[in-house]
Every structure is written in structure tokens, then in C-alpha cells.
């Protein structure tokens, strides 16, 4: 695991353009409001949001009113590791209430220098990992986890589609709509077409 940014922005563009990033990154909102866009979700950002974006991944970060935030970029084998130990992925990228983290963040950046910013930023995001909830180890989360597996390896194959999945996981198509839906927010065939679009 290893960080390559740790930055307070308190000018965010209005329009906020679409933009993709090397790397991961988990921020904080501060400040005002903000929307978060991607292919699988828009999410009204609001002071005590932890949010992430993803490596290669396009996503859109407006700035409604005076929105501010902190973040740090990060990388490496661990990250993979940390997603899915959270169940953090594209469709549950956002998480509430977390205001108990801004005193934490603001203590840490003030004392960043570049001779320790690698340990304050990686202590910052493995304590911020660590006060996130992990999702419930259910049938249905495990599943959607191989669905969504499933949808990444194979997403370049043209006939791939809910039917085949279902029939390839040994599930009803209905059923596999419902819990897709639900942990998603977006149906299953409009993921699929933002992520071969993507």
C-alpha cells in the first residue's frame, strides 16, 4: 500500500469535469455540498461523507456550494485487499457520518511534511479504512460480490448478458435483477453498458 497525495481542496471547480486517475482515492468531505457522479451511482455529498474513487474509473466531483474536502491518492496490492474487505466497490463507494474524522485529517495534513508525508497520509487512510463498516457477510452480498466479478471478467464477451448469468451462477434472472438492483442502484444491464462504454 502506498500514498501519493494528501491534499486539502478548498477551491473546487463549479462545473467539476469528468476526469479518470491513476490511482485510488478515499476523501473527506469538509465543507458545503457536493455531487459525486460515476457510471454506477450520484450521490449529494454532504460534510462527513468518506468517499472513493477508482483507478481508471471515470467520475465527476461537482461543486454545488461551497464544497471543500481532503484527500489522499493511493495504490498498490493492499488496496484490492482493503476493497473487498469493506465491500467497497463503484455501486457502494459512499459512506455517512463520519464528521469524528475531520479533526483526525486536519491535525494530520497540518504536520505533513515531504519527509513524513508517506506515514501521516498511510496512517490517515488505514485509520480512516478502519472506522468504515463492513458490509454484512450475507448469501445475497456474497453474491452480488461474484456477480460483479463476473461482469469484470467477462464483460467483452457480446453475449454476455443477466439470463447468462443467472444460468452461469445457478440462479433465477429475477432474482439475481432484485439483489443487483438493490446493492447497485442501477439495473443490471445498464452497469454492464457503462462498464463496456468505460
Given amino acids: 500500500l502506498y500514498t501519493s497525495n494528501f491534499v486539502f481542496e478548498k477551491n473546487a471547480e463549479a462545473d467539476g469535469a469528468a476526469r479518470t486517475l491513476p490511482t485510488n482515492a478515499v476523501y473527506l468531505a469538509v465543507s458545503g455540498k457536493g455531487v459525486l457522479h460515476t457510471h454506477a451511482l450520484t450521490h449529494v455529498l454532504q460534510p462527513g461523507n468518506v468517499f472513493f474513487t477508482f483507478a481508471q474509473i471515470p467520475f465527476q466531483l461537482e461543486n454545488v456550494e461551497g ?90 464477451d457480446s453475449n454476455l448478458n443477466l439470463s447468462i448469468v443467472a444460468q452461469q451462477l445457478g440462479y433465477n434472472s429475477k432474482y439475481i435483477s432484485r439483489i443487483f438492483k438493490t446493492r447497485m442502484g442501477i439495473t443490471f444491464s445498464a452497469y454492464l453498458t457503462n462498464v463496456r462504454i468505460q
Avoid: C
Fill in 67 to 156: 464544497f471543500q474536502y481532503m484527500y489522499i491518492s493511493f495504490d498498490g496490492g493492499r488496496s484490492d485487499e482493503l476493497f473487498s474487505r469493506f465491500g467497497i466497490h463503484p455501486g457502494r463507494a459512499v459512506f455517512d457520518g463520519h464528521e469524528g474524522l475531520f479533526a483526525f485529517w486536519q491535525s494530520a495534513i497540518l504536520k505533513a511534511t515531504p519527509k513524513n508525508l508517506d506515514l501521516i497520509s498511510e496512517s490517515v487512510l488505514l485509520y480512516t479504512f478502519s472506522e468504515l463498516s463492513p458490509p454484512e457477510n450475507s448469501e445475497e452480498q456474497n453474491l452480488f460480490n461474484t456477480i460483479l466479478k463476473h461482469i469484470d471478467d467477462h464483460y467483452t
